[in-house]
């Protein structure tokens, strides 16, 4: 069950640019339009899905990719915010969704975490994103809050996830 074994994990460099924006632009629509609407992706999109808003954090290092077969399947970026450690982003493309390859992302930044001395990873996700909020839980995961979007955006829930030495070495 845990996870698929010809997934690679790496940090992203300049050369995953193109393939880690186009994650995100094939991944948005399918998983928000319907909880969320078109015009909430198209928001999304034009904000967090373009190369310049992906070169910056791709720079900093911030950026993972997951390699099935040496094709770019999944991402994930994290960032600080208010002294805490951020999940930002986490997608795998729908067609490679519930092969271990999320899992294996969410265990390299759990891992990197611990090794760089965190204690705590924090996330939030849309309220109605059944599937993040069951694998969150089933990541160790727990719900610190509920923020209302406001504006006509979406509520969405804050969790988080205590990060311990041991994560380190698992
Ligand atoms: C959510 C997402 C990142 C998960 O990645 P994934 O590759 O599909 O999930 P995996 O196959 O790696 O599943 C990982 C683990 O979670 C478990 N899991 C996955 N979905 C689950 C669910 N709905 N309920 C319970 N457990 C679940 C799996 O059993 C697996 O357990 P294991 O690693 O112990 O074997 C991915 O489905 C995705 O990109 N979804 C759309 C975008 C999205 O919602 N991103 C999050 C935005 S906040």
Redesign the pocket.
Same mark, same amino acid.
């Given at each position: 069950?845990?996870?698929?074994p010809d997934v690679v994990v790496r940090r992203a460099d300049g050369d995953d640019l193109v393939a880690v924006v186009d994650i995100g632009r094939r *991944?948005?629509p399918? *998983?928000?339009g319907p909880i969320a609407g078109e015009d909430y992706v198209a928001m999304g999109l034009a904000k967090w899905w373009t190369q310049e808003a992906t070169i910056p954090a791709i720079r900093q290092g911030r950026v993972s990719v &997951?390699e099935l077969g040496g094709e770019v399947v999944?991402m994930s970026s994290v960032g600080m915010n208010d002294h805490k450690l951020w999940m930002w982003?986490? %997608?795998? =493309?729908?067609e490679?969704?519930? $092969?271990?390859?999320?899992? &294996? =992302?969410?265990?390299a930044a759990v891992h990197k975490a611990a090794a760089d001395g965190y204690d705590e990873l924090w996330?939030? %996700? =849309?309220k109605g994103?059944?599937?993040? &909020? $069951?694998? %969150?839980?089933?990541?160790g995961f727990t719900e610190v809050e509920e923020e209302h979007g406001g504006s006509g955006l979406p509520d969405s829930i804050v969790a988080r996830r205590p990060i311990t030495p041991e994560d380190a070495t698992a």
């Open positions: 069950m845990s996870g698929e *991944t948005w399918v *998983t928000f &997951a999944g982003k986490l %997608y795998v =493309l729908p490679h969704q519930g $092969a271990g390859v999320g899992g &294996a =992302l969410m265990r996330l939030s %996700y =849309l994103n059944d599937q993040a &909020a $069951a694998f %969150y839980r089933h990541h």
